[in-house]
């Protein structure tokens, strides 16, 4: 029987959810549980895969659209200007920890119509090469698990200030190559949607043409999923990210953005358990997705005050010279009981002819934070028209 070395995954566990993640502690009589944490199987689905919204502290469900608009709110995509488009955006994922973790993301576009839009997306994560060993300790080979998520997307405007969107999302988490604990472990398989919409609205604030925007993502709504056939199966990450931005347009080659988002995770909070595991606050976690998704927003065991602090906040800024060139920050709250994510995001873009290059670079405190100088890249290409 083979034995997996886990801990790549145990640190990505520990690490790579968003939102009600931490794990703190309750007494309970002269038991102590681990409570308030949240442990949704394929957690690379709520990594920003794109540069740009990178930059601004994750921040860009209602930024005005580019070729990434997919990965963060489909419906924007009905917005783009451009007829077609493909970017590839790369990240060296946790590389304080360990060295090999990444996530590629390539996704297009393409204008049905001047109302319509439709696009695919393919997300990869790898977590490097695995030693394989027998209960012997003698070694057999190396292992590679990955995890893949294969999305079509399709957009439409409603008039001139008003889109939906949705994705479907083919889910592949390969992260086993063995039998252990004398369960046969296999591939997880899901599926799942995404729901979106935006908004824009051009006005005039404080004396300068401006341009408020709204959006709202409910992503990973889906099945559940397991590596075994006797495991329980988890939920997806379910994700709700709601925001707002306004773009203000100082003159022809001068513009600033400003964006604000909220980011939950609809997932069950695991609730406070007693020295023999029953339940003596909160709600059972093991429910139909139906009933976990909308009892998220009310299962915690320390009630509304604990929800508020399941709520993650990215804030963002953007300035452009002549659509050509572009400097960003932003920055990442997570409530230290949820998971403690606190950094601040640095970033820019350059345009050339029909290419976009965009980085960003994620500052946080090394030995608290295994995502500190993270760095993500985006290459997109765009084009007018087939003549071009």
Same mark, same amino acid.
């Given at each position: 029987?083979?034995?997996?070395?886990?801990?790549?995954?145990?640190?990505?566990?520990?690490?790579?959810?968003?939102?009600?993640?931490?794990?703190?502690?309750?007494?309970?009589?002269?038991?102590?549980?681990?409570?308030?944490?949240?442990?949704?199987?394929?957690?690379?689905?709520?990594?920003?895969?794109?540069?740009?919204?990178?930059?601004?502290?994750?921040?860009?469900?209602?930024?005005?659209?580019?070729?990434?608009?997919?990965?963060?709110?489909?419906?924007?995509?009905?917005?783009?200007?451009? @007829?077609?488009?493909?970017?590839? =955006?790369?990240?060296?994922?946790?590389?304080?920890?360990?060295?090999?973790?990444?996530?590629?993301?390539?996704?297009?576009?393409?204008?049905?119509?001047?109302?319509?839009?439709?696009?695919?997306?393919?997300?990869?994560?790898?977590?490097?090469?695995?030693?394989?060993?027998?209960?012997?300790?003698?070694?057999?080979?190396?292992?590679?698990?990955?995890?893949?998520?294969?999305?079509?997307?399709?957009?439409?405007?409603?008039?001139?200030?008003?889109?939906?969107?949705?994705?479907?999302?083919?889910?592949?988490?390969?992260?086993? =190559?063995? +039998?252990?604990?004398?369960?046969?472990?296999?591939?997880?398989?899901?599926?799942?949607?995404?729901? =979106?919409?935006?908004?824009?609205?051009?006005?005039?604030?404080?004396?300068?043409?401006?341009?408020?925007?709204?959006?709202?993502?409910?992503?990973?709504?889906?099945?559940?999923?397991?590596?075994?056939?006797? +495991?329980?199966?988890?939920?997806? @990450?379910?994700?709700?990210?709601?925001?707002?931005?306004?773009?203000?347009?100082?003159?022809?080659?001068? +513009?600033?953005?400003?964006?604000?988002?909220?980011?939950?995770?609809?997932? @069950?909070?695991?609730?406070?358990?007693?020295?023999?595991?029953?339940?003596?606050?909160?709600?059972?976690?093991?429910? =139909?997705?139906?009933?976990?998704?909308?009892?998220?927003?009310?299962?915690?065991?320390?009630?509304?005050?604990?929800?508020?602090?399941?709520?993650?906040?990215?804030?963002?800024?953007?300035?452009?010279?002549?659509?050509?060139?572009?400097?960003?920050?932003?920055?990442?709250?997570?409530? @230290?009981?949820?998971?403690?994510?606190?950094?601040?995001?640095?970033?820019?873009?350059?345009?050339?002819?029909?290419?976009?290059?965009?980085?960003?670079?994620?500052?946080?405190?090394?030995?608290?934070?295994?995502?500190?100088?993270?760095?993500?890249?985006?290459?997109?290409?765009?084009?007018?028209?087939?003549?071009?």
């Amino acid at each position: 029987m083979m034995k997996l070395n886990y801990l790549r995954r145990a640190l990505l566990l520990l690490f790579l959810f968003a939102g009600k993640t931490a794990l703190a502690q309750t007494t309970v009589g002269s038991s102590t549980s681990q409570t308030n944490g949240v442990y949704p199987d394929v957690p690379f689905l709520l990594i920003t895969p794109d540069a740009r919204a990178g930059a601004m502290g994750e921040a860009g469900v209602a930024v005005m659209p580019d070729g990434n608009a997919m990965s963060i709110n489909p419906a924007k995509l009905a917005f783009l200007e451009k @007829p077609y488009g493909v970017s590839l =955006s790369y990240s060296p994922w946790l590389k304080n920890l360990v060295p090999d973790i990444n996530l590629a993301y390539l996704s297009g576009f393409y204008q049905l119509d001047n109302r319509t839009v439709i696009g695919a997306s393919l997300r990869y994560f790898s977590l490097g090469d695995i030693a394989l060993i027998d209960e012997n300790q003698n070694p057999q080979g190396t292992f590679n698990p990955n995890e893949l998520a294969f999305d079509a997307t399709y957009s439409r405007k409603f008039g001139e200030n008003f889109s939906l969107g949705t994705s479907a999302r083919f889910i592949s988490s390969n992260l086993t =190559s063995a +039998q252990i604990g004398g369960s046969q472990q296999k591939a997880g398989i899901a599926v799942a949607v995404d729901v =979106s919409a935006f908004f824009k609205k051009p006005t005039v604030l404080f004396g300068k043409d401006a341009i408020l925007s709204a959006g709202l993502n409910l992503s990973n709504i889906g099945t559940k999923m397991s590596y075994a056939e006797t +495991q329980n199966k988890r939920f997806l @990450p379910a994700n709700m990210k709601l925001g707002g931005a306004s773009t203000f347009i100082i003159d022809d080659y001068n +513009q600033f953005t400003f964006a604000l988002d909220f980011n939950k995770l609809m997932v @069950p909070t695991e609730p406070v358990r007693d020295i023999n595991g029953e339940i003596v606050a909160g709600k059972d976690p093991f429910r =139909s997705v139906p009933s976990g998704i909308l009892g998220s927003f009310a299962d915690a065991p320390g009630g509304f005050k604990e929800e508020l602090k399941e709520i993650g906040i990215s804030t963002g800024i953007e300035y452009t010279y002549n659509q050509q060139f572009a400097v960003r920050a932003g920055y990442f709250y997570e409530n @230290p009981q949820k998971g403690d994510r606190r950094y601040l995001t640095l970033g820019g873009g350059l345009k050339y002819n029909v290419f976009n290059l965009d980085f960003s670079y994620l500052i946080a405190n090394a030995q608290n934070s295994p995502l500190a100088n993270t760095l993500r890249f985006t290459l997109a290409w765009t084009i007018d028209n087939v003549s071009k």
